[in-house]
């Protein structure tokens, strides 16, 4: 027994010898962890790391052997962000995924609230490992909030121009003053603008094609307008191609998205006006591009076309009931579609208003017998050509704006001037253009838009010789500006919209109702007249003349819109006598019924011309 007792006792102290040394060596590994984080900044209470994980454990724990809970992988906390008003803040977060790829987040705080489902699923898309349990999960939460940094960043919600530089998600362009600029949002599908393949490869399977296509070159020349649009305090608005299917319009919208990202870039009008809010927003100060304009509800058009084009989307209130800031941006859009704008919006009932065909305009993309391309530089067909810019869209992108930036900010007052010169050649080319062949003057709808082409012309030329685009001199400005000649002839008149649209729907009554409704001024018909709307006279040329009743004129033919403005502009255009004192209406001696205040329509009203 003795024997038994001496072996359980000797088991004991071999045991106790091995705890001994487990305990000490796992002292020695925990203090070689404290050794390693004292060299760097220091972690929250509780966090360190052990190769590439984050693990956590207690330090209020009275045990001898803490056990570590497993976060995620290795995540570090690099800087603190805020605003330039101390608001917005966030943290800087950089980590590895599985391919070895470092991400660098700039991360709301506003994502830690509530469950953290939102922080999680921004770091899990990015690749990042986090522990399965609940306890990890918050843990997780915990770490970021906790951590602070002493480095510094100011953040910005959105890309484009802060304080003289350009922000895009990856990068600032620029001088940014004492502290780093990095963008920070809560959307978890901020656009990438990314870059594959050289310049000269973008040059030469891309922006080589575009001498000779009027349309080609519109829209990428388009691509480089929309960040002077802040430095010349101009309105955004958008360009819709339109025609038949398989001419072409997609081929070059992706061959101008490729001016600044990758296949990504491209967008769908498909979407909820919450949806295209958010889509403008991440295009702040860039090219939005979006394709197939029937894929919107008709009812929607207009008013995302207002909307993309003014910068702003809804006020909302906050769950609190308090005022929510909207969201704003500034930028040119370029879309495609089988109908024009106003043909979409016609299916629902209505017409298009003039200050949304006025936002976006419409631009016809068949020009020739290859489609929307009139110069098929070597290709065998249009589509051959279409599908090669489809392909090269998708293999050299992104690097060409970089560039333009990059000169952009570092000579800004040359490009302004350079732009405002050009700018000013082109209004001045097209209004001598225009006075030429009419004595009408530019009304203010056709010059705002002049002014977008001008503005697309002057970008266009600027990227050239910045050495970007590599074509001829003036191949931008001469066919931008063809493209405009072409829309001012679709358009069919230099009037403003609305008074072409006011002149047509009167001139559509008399055509429909001319016999019907208007009773002979010298004898009474045979047959009764229903919903008599006037009288009419015969002069001694054989035209007619109408006298129309003052309540007819009002609720008939101009239902739906003002009618003293439509009496005034039928006085200008000599389709309405005023009476001597300069009234809309005259005293007129009716067959029948005497002295009444009605309207006299002059022949000129049944001429379409």
């Known amino acids: 027994m003795d024997n038994i007792a001496s ?11 091995t705890n001994y040394q487990d305990s000490c060596r796992r002292a020695e590994e925990l203090e070689e962890v404290f050794k390693q984080h004292s060299q760097k900044e220091s972690l929250p209470d509780g966090f360190y790391f052990s190769g590439n994980r984050l693990e956590y454990s207690d330090p209020n724990k009275d045990e001898e052997e803490p056990s570590l809970i497993y976060v995620c992988s290795k995540l570090e906390v690099t800087a603190c962000t805020r605003d330039q008003n101390n608001q917005n803040h966030g943290r800087l977060l950089k980590f590895k995924d599985i391919d070895d790829y470092e991400h660098l987040i700039a991360l709301p705080m506003e994502l830690l609230a509530g469950d953290g489902t939102k922080l999680r699923e921004l770091l899990l898309s990015n690749g990042l490992e986090i522990g399965a349990s609940k306890r990890s999960r918050q843990l997780l939460t915990l770490y970021i909030q906790a951590s602070h940094p002493k480095k510094r960043v100011r953040c910005v919600p959105q890309i484009g121009w802060h304080n003289g530089c350009f922000v895009l998600p990856d990068t600032a362009i620029g001088e940014t003053g004492e502290e780093e600029v990095l963008l920070q949002t809560v959307a978890m599908n901020v656009q990438k603008y990314s870059c594959r393949g050289s310049l000269q490869e973008w040059q030469q399977n891309i922006a080589a094609y575009c001498p000779g296509n009027s349309r080609f070159t519109f829209a990428i020349a388009s691509a480089f307008a929309p960040p002077l649009l802040e430095l010349l305090c101009i309105e955004g608005g ?12 997609t081929s070059i919208l992706k061959a101008a998205a490729s001016v600044w990202g990758g296949s990504d870039y491209l967008q769908r009008w498909r979407a909820t006006a919450n949806g295209l809010e958010a889509m403008a927003g ?31 989307g809804k006020t909302r209130a906050d769950r609190g009931g308090q005022y929510r800031s909207p969201v704003r941006w500034q930028l040119l859009f370029l879309s495609t579609g089988e109908l024009s704008l106003a043909h979409h919006i016609l299916q629902t009932g209505k017409k298009a208003r003039a200050g949304q065909e006025v936002r976006v305009i419409d ?3 068949e020009v020739g017998r290859h489609g929307i391309f009139e110069e098929l530089h070597g290709m065998a067909s249009g589509a051959q050509l279409a599908d090669h810019l489809s392909e090269m869209s998708q293999s050299y992108y992104g690097i060409a704006s970089r560039v333009f930036l990059s000169n952009l900010v570092a000579q800004t007052k040359e490009a302004i001037l350079f732009v405002t010169e050009v700018m000013n050649r082109f209004q001045a080319h097209v209004a001598e253009r225009i006075l030429k062949s ?11 838009v002049a002014r977008r082409f001008a503005l697309i012309a002057a970008a266009g030329e600027l990227a050239n010789k910045m050495n970007i685009t590599g074509w001829p001199e003036q191949t931008a400005y001469s066919l931008v500006y063809q493209c405009f000649i072409d829309w001012i002839s679709s358009r069919g008149s230099l009037m403003p919209q609305e ?10 009554f008399f055509q429909l109702h001319g016999d019907s409704r208007f009773a002979r001024w010298e004898q009474e018909s045979d047959r009764a007249i ?8 015969q002069d001694a040329e054989g035209t007619w003349e109408f006298y129309v009743f003052s309540e007819v004129f009002k609720s008939e ?14 006085i200008k255009h000599g389709l309405l006598l005023p009476s001597s004192d300069g009234k809309t209406t005259r005293s007129e001696r009716l067959p029948g019924i005497g002295p009444t205040r009605c309207y006299r329509f002059t022949p000129k009203v049944l001429d379409e011309n």
Do not use: W
């Open 7 to 17: 072996g359980l006792n000797q088991n004991e102290t071999v045991l106790e010898e």
């Open 238 to 249: 958008g360009t819709n191609i339109k025609g038949h299917s398989s001419t072409g319009k």
């Open 282 to 312: 991440g295009h702040n100060h860039t090219l939005l591009c979006l394709d197939e304009l029937s894929q919107i509800d008709p009812e929607s058009a207009g008013e995302a076309a207002y909307m993309l084009a003014n910068g702003g």
């Open 363 to 365: 631009l016809d993309a």
């Open 438 to 448: 009419a004595t009408n003057l530019l009304c203010g709808q056709v010059t705002r």
């Open 499 to 508: 008074e072409d649209a006011g002149l047509e729907k009167v001139r559509l």
């Open 530 to 537: 229903i919903q008599r709307a006037g009288f009419k006279k």
């Open 557 to 570: 033919i101009c239902k739906g819109i003002d009618p003293s403005y439509i009496a005034k502009i039928c």
